[in-house]
């Protein structure tokens, strides 16, 4: 049994069930797509269509097939290279940069060695069950499920370049809004319990559970919104170095940032923000969205003097963030399924961390360095990939993900 998998995976039967479904959910998102919306890449950190599809079947070839299949054999050795995205214990890698330079295989190919590997796998967990076998079957359902949603925030990035504004979906892939008045409540302070500790799947990173020390706090009861954000802009925040991280400071002298990520005028000069739902006039309900974590840290220090009530602003921990979620229904307070919330937390192995054994170490662990840590589930999160223990991580300058806020306070 690998290290650190405490948890036994589902039976073979329902594995197999959530398996079909989410390769289909995959296949299902290209649907709305041309065979060219799915070749290209419109900068280093987002990937084509197409490779997010191959990529998340080279993984089932490698992790799963290779050390189990009787007589296993690559469809074609060539693709281990192309589709590898950081796994060194693999080998060699295609440069991230140069993915969307992979005119072949054609798209028509890459859907099907999906279905041959689909094939195999199938056979595999009807033939074979043992524990490790059906734990790195959920694993490479769970990683196609992260795959689902960077293929929706690279096609967001992808078609904000194009000056037809494309529509990928009429409806029903945007954030919904934040409908209530904003107020203070009281969080969980004292020693908590952090991190997985019971069945079902997780990640590596979120455990051990351990103890951490939240001092009293409160927090905001919703997301911060896009009329708040406004207000920020308005007043020059993006102008005005003493709300900036010195970092953030250089970072949008460089970037020229002056506004969240999508936010135009390029519709009659009438300020919009471009979602896979076309280009649209801003929805000042809507929480803000695709923020680095710069912005979030300069808009809590800026609220924190200029929003009436929102004194001593800051961004929460996440294990602020964590006890708070515990202690409330997942649907409330725009915890889920609306943004990402950055956290003012680093993303640092808990007490007692290891890695998985084998290849899957390098999933998590090797990224532990120079990045924030982010909770909650966005919009484009699949159905059923959420947790409360569940660890984002991005650099402090990323924001073509589904990134927002909450805002905390010390006291009460
Ligand atoms: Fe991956």
Redesign the pocket.
């Known amino acids: 049994m690998l290290n650190n998998t405490p948890s036994p995976a589902p039976s073979a039967e329902v594995l197999l069930e959530q398996f079909h479904r989410s390769r289909k959910y995959s296949t299902d998102l290209i649907l709305n797509l041309s065979t060219e919306d799915c070749q290209a890449q419109s900068m280093e950190d987002a990937s084509p269509a197409k490779w997010h599809l191959a990529?998340?079947t080279w993984?089932y070839e490698v992790m799963v097939l290779k050390p189990f299949e009787k007589d296993f054999h690559f469809w074609n050795p060539a693709y281990a290279v192309l589709f590898n995205?950081y796994y060194n214990g693999v080998g060699d890698k295609h440069p991230r940069s140069k993915r969307g330079l992979l005119t072949r295989p054609s798209l028509a190919e890459v859907l099907e060695w999906r279905s041959n590997i689909e094939g195999r796998v199938t056979a595999l967990l009807q033939e074979a069950c043992a524990p490790e076998l059906r734990w790195l079957i959920q694993l490479g359902i769970n990683?196609e499920q992260?795959?689902q949603e960077l293929l929706l925030t690279d096609i967001h990035h992808l078609f904000s370049n194009n000056g037809l504004f494309p529509i990928y979906a009429a409806h029903g892939q945007d954030t919904p809004p934040v409908k209530q008045s904003f107020q203070w409540l009281e969080g969980i302070s004292g020693l908590v319990q952090t991190g997985h500790a019971g069945d079902g799947f997780h990640f590596d990173n979120e455990g051990p559970q351990h103890s951490a020390l939240n001092q009293t706090h409160s927090l905001g009861n919703r997301l911060v919104s896009n009329a708040e954000w406004l207000q920020f802009i308005e007043d020059g925040a993006y102008q005005n170095f003493q709300w900036w991280l010195d970092a953030g400071w250089a970072w949008l002298q460089t970037e020229k940032i002056v506004a969240p990520l999508y936010w135009n005028t390029e519709n009659q000069g009438q300020l919009c923000r471009f979602s896979l739902n076309g280009n649209a006039p801003l929805d000042l309900s809507a929480p803000v969205s695709n923020i680095s974590y710069f912005e979030a840290d300069a808009f809590a220090r800026w609220a924190s003097q200029n929003l009436a009530g929102y004194a001593g602003s800051r961004l929460p921990t996440e294990f602020e963030w964590e006890a708070f979620a515990q202690a409330h229904p997942e649907s409330s307070h725009d915890l889920f399924g609306k943004v990402w919330q950055w956290t003012s937390s680093n993303y640092n192995p808990y007490p007692g961390y290891q890695p998985w054994d084998g290849i899957a170490g390098e999933y998590n662990g090797k990224f532990m360095v120079n990045q924030m840590v982010l909770r909650g589930s966005s919009a484009y999160t699949p159905v059923g990939h959420s947790r409360l223990t569940y660890r984002n991580f991005f650099p402090t300058n990323a924001r073509w993900q589904m990134t927002g806020l909450r805002l905390a306070k010390d006291g009460v």
Do not use: G, K
Request: hydrophobic share 30%; glycine share 0%; net charge neutral.
């Open positions: 990529h998340v993984f995205s990683h992260q795959h």
